[in-house]
């Protein structure tokens, strides 16, 4: 058995994923050298590896920077559960200033509840980054930045480890390959800022 884009730490079975802790790290950096200071988090499944994994890398970005999470609540990885998530985030007068969304798909949600719900602009009132480059990210409805998930790299390593399963190895791997950040009109441009 080969796990894609998941793992269980307590299974011997094989894994390929994003590098998701270092692409949370350089999420958290990048929203730190724009020059934010209320920075939130919106998770995906509370058990799942990818957003557990992307959350610690993105305190990891942060704490780097001196800052740490002003804030999170839960999505889900759903459309509504993100809606809910951003209403409970802005629902206090201490609002953020930026969003880590843990998936695009729940980002687009929160960006609508933001501009149609709450009259704030992005990313001139909120700045918004989120993790995989679904094809919508790149419309101009959203013009989202986001960490893009190497996905031909990582179904190449899926068969080639499953190839070597099938020819008799034994040893279990668990690969996680990085992906560059894509940047977009969400988020305060960040000068010089490298991947």
């Known amino acids: 058995m080969v796990l894609f884009n998941r793992y269980v730490a307590t299974s011997p079975a094989s894994s390929v994923t994003s590098d998701n802790i270092e ?66 985030l802005f629902a206090d007068k201490d ?26 602009r992005i990313p001139e009132d909120v700045s918004i980054v989120a993790y995989d480059d679904v094809p919508q990210a790149a419309w101009p409805a959203y013009d989202l930045t986001t960490l893009r998930q190497p996905m031909n790299r990582l179904v190449d390593a899926t068969l080639d480890t499953m190839l070597s399963r099938i020819n008799g190895s034994t040893d279990a791997r668990q690969i996680a390959i990085p992906g560059p950040l894509i940047m977009r009109g969400s988020a305060r441009k960040v000068k010089g800022f490298s991947t």
Do not use: W
Request: charged share 25%; with cysteine.
């Open 95 to 120: 609002i953020p200033d930026a969003i880590f969304v843990a998936n695009d798909h729940m980002a687009f949600s929160v960006m609508d509840v933001l501009r149609n719900e709450m009259g704030l």
């Open 23 to 88: 692409g949370g790290r350089l999420l958290g950096q990048f929203l730190a050298d724009g020059g934010h200071e209320r920075v939130s988090f919106i998770a995906g499944f509370e058990d799942s590896s990818t957003s557990r994994d992307r959350e610690a890398g993105f305190y990891r970005g942060l704490a780097e920077r001196g800052l740490a999470c002003h804030s999170r609540a839960v999505g889900g990885y759903t459309s509504e559960g993100a809606a809910k998530a951003v209403r409970e």
